[in-house]
């Protein structure tokens, strides 16, 4: 059995900050950068998908779904799924308070730290928790759902989703930089468990001197 997570391409909101303030989250467009990353994405996931049946799961927004039509995999089963969507920043149309907020979330730390009318990270990992449960028993349980399976997601969510699957502490999480866009990570189960081809960066070690594992 296969997982693969892939970030979405380059957005407005990656090059404009201030894109936030007037177009909601869930509605940014890929840049033109961001559609060539996904078309160059294609043949890589490709790859990684083997040939065989996949069934992908896409977050609702915007430049997610643009992404997932840019590879051109030919999909078993699509799937848009909320609950793999980015974490809601609530209402940004105030720039000031913005920056504001984005500096309190890093001071405080980005797990528990919830931003107003919108989720902390504790929020998204209960959803991608509830997500990855099912996922799981489908693909072991049910024969007619593919071994093979793709998701198209956001950066932190993504670490989040691996947080669940190897239950990596909170500092781990903390202490990992997010995939860039495009950008993907690989989990393969080996019959005795789930492994992740290669570790996320890192911007600092983790407090609690834990590790990326398994690798």
Same mark, same amino acid.
């Given at each position: 059995?296969?997982?693969?997570?892939?970030?979405? @391409?380059?957005?407005?909101?990656?090059?404009?900050?201030?894109?936030?303030?007037?177009?909601? *989250?869930?509605?940014?467009?890929?840049t033109?950068?961001?559609? =060539?990353?996904?078309?160059?994405?294609?043949?890589?996931?490709?790859?990684?998908?083997?040939?065989?049946?996949?069934?992908?799961?896409?977050?609702?927004? !915007?430049?997610?779904?643009?992404?997932? +039509?840019?590879?051109?995999?030919?999909?078993?089963?699509?799937? !848009?799924?909320?609950?793999?969507?980015?974490?809601?920043?609530?209402?940004?149309? +105030?720039?000031?308070?913005?920056? /504001?907020?984005?500096?309190?979330?890093?001071a405080?730390?980005?797990?528990?730290?919830?931003?107003?009318?919108?989720?902390?990270?504790? &929020? /998204?990992?209960? $959803?991608?928790?509830?997500f990855? &449960?099912?996922?799981?028993?489908?693909?072991?349980e +049910?024969?007619?759902?593919?071994?093979?399976v793709?998701?198209?997601?956001? @950066?932190? !969510?993504?670490?989040?989703?691996?947080?669940?699957?190897f239950?990596?502490?909170?500092?781990?999480?903390?202490?990992?930089?997010?995939? &860039?866009?495009?950008?993907?990570? /690989?989990? *393969?189960? =080996?019959?005795t468990?789930?492994?992740?081809? $290669?570790?996320? &960066?890192?911007? $600092?070690d983790?407090? +609690?001197?834990?590790?990326?594992?398994?690798?």
């Amino acid at each position: 059995m296969r997982i693969i997570l892939l970030r979405h @391409g380059q957005s407005l909101g990656n090059v404009d900050e201030l894109a936030y303030c007037r177009i909601p *989250d869930h509605a940014l467009p890929l840049t033109p950068a961001g559609e =060539d990353q996904a078309r160059a994405a294609g043949p890589v996931i490709e790859e990684l998908v083997g040939g065989g049946p996949v069934a992908a799961y896409v977050s609702p927004y !915007t430049r997610t779904r643009r992404t997932f +039509d840019l590879l051109g995999i030919d999909a078993e089963r699509i799937v !848009t799924e909320p609950r793999v969507r980015e974490q809601d920043w609530g209402n940004l149309q +105030d720039p000031v308070q913005q920056e /504001v907020l984005k500096h309190q979330r890093h001071a405080f730390g980005h797990f528990f730290f919830r931003l107003p009318n919108g989720e902390s990270g504790a &929020d /998204v990992d209960d $959803r991608v928790a509830a997500f990855l &449960d099912g996922l799981t028993v489908r693909m072991h349980e +049910d024969e007619t759902h593919p071994k093979t399976v793709l998701v198209v997601s956001h @950066g932190l !969510t993504i670490r989040l989703l691996c947080r669940r699957f190897f239950d990596w502490s909170i500092e781990l999480f903390e202490s990992l930089s997010n995939p &860039d866009t495009c950008e993907n990570r /690989v989990l *393969d189960h =080996d019959g005795t468990g789930w492994r992740l081809d $290669r570790p996320f &960066d890192q911007w $600092r070690d983790s407090p +609690d001197g834990t590790v990326q594992q398994p690798l």
